[in-house]
Antibody
Framework: EVQLVESGGGLVQPGRSLRLSCAAS????????MHWVRQAPGKGLEWVSG????????GYADSVKGRFTISRDNAKNSLYLQMNSLRAEDTALYYC???????????????WGQGTLVTVSS | SYVLTQPPSVSVAPGQTARITCGGN??????VHWYQQKPGQAPVLVVY???DRPSGIPERFSGSNSGNTATLTISRVEAGDEADYYC?????????????FGGGTKLTVL
């Protein structure tokens, strides 16, 4: 059974940093792209960032480019999101999502975690 | 950037057919994926690559994509289908491919 478990969320002041983690199990982690998708309270889904199986391809939404960094450790079956210079508009539930296959055009997300809540407020 | 347009809401009686549209410029040339999200739960993939269903998704869920509109069709709607539905594509128009979601459609079962 595929499981994705996010952690690391919490309340943080504007301008500070936070690191999210996603522990994956139930599939061959290093065969698949992985992504972060967020959802602000009462709002829709927004893709944040994605990374290919070997970290060779990485992408970011314009809203987080230059502030967030995605990474993965295939030996630990883990995905990470380093979030710096956080803003109030980054407040959201952050989901870890497994790519159905490759990273890039045409791909989708076939499994999602339950999310970790990030609240940016003073 | 590429924009996907969904109706905010769709209402249908039980047993009827619900159609949820996703509009985008020449979306027929892209692979469209659909997700169902029930309150307090993570999204679930219900249709991928325009019209394929993941294992475990009922045959009542189907998809089509042509021209400027993709459509998720839910036949014989049940109360348990009440949820938010999102379409998703990749936008490869720039030098860095991005994932785009539609704004979501709330399906109400009357």
């Amino acid at each position: 059974e595929v499981q994705l478990v996010e952690s690391g969320g919490g309340l943080v002041q504007p301008g500070r940093s936070l690191r999210l983690s996603c522990a994956a199990s139930g599939f061959t982690f290093d065969d698949y792209a992985m992504h972060w998708v967020r959802q602000a309270p009462g709002k829709g889904l927004e893709w944040v960032s994605g990374i290919s199986w070997n970290s060779g391809s990485i992408g970011y939404a314009d809203s987080v480019k230059g502030r967030f960094t995605i990474s993965r450790d295939n030996a630990k079956n883990s995905l990470y999101l380093q979030m710096n210079s956080l803003r109030a508009e980054d407040t959201a539930l952050y989901y870890c999502a497994k790519g159905r296959n490759y990273y890039g055009s045409g791909s989708c997300f076939d499994y999602w975690g339950q999310g970790t809540l990030v609240t940016v407020s003073s | 950037s590429y924009v996907l347009t969904q109706p905010p809401s769709v209402s249908v009686a039980p047993g009827q057919t619900a159609r949820i549209t996703c509009g985008g410029n020449n979306i027929g040339s892209k692979s469209v994926h659909w997700y169902q999200q029930k309150p307090g739960q993570a999204p679930v993939l219900v249709v991928y690559d325009d019209s394929d269903r993941p294992s475990g998704i009922p045959e009542r869920f189907s998809g089509s994509n042509s021209g400027n509109t993709a459509t998720l069709t839910i036949s014989r709607v049940e109360a348990g289908d009440e949820a938010d539905y999102y379409c998703q594509v990749w936008d490869s128009s720039s030098d860095h491919p991005d994932v785009v979601f539609g704004g979501g459609t709330k399906l109400t079962v009357l």
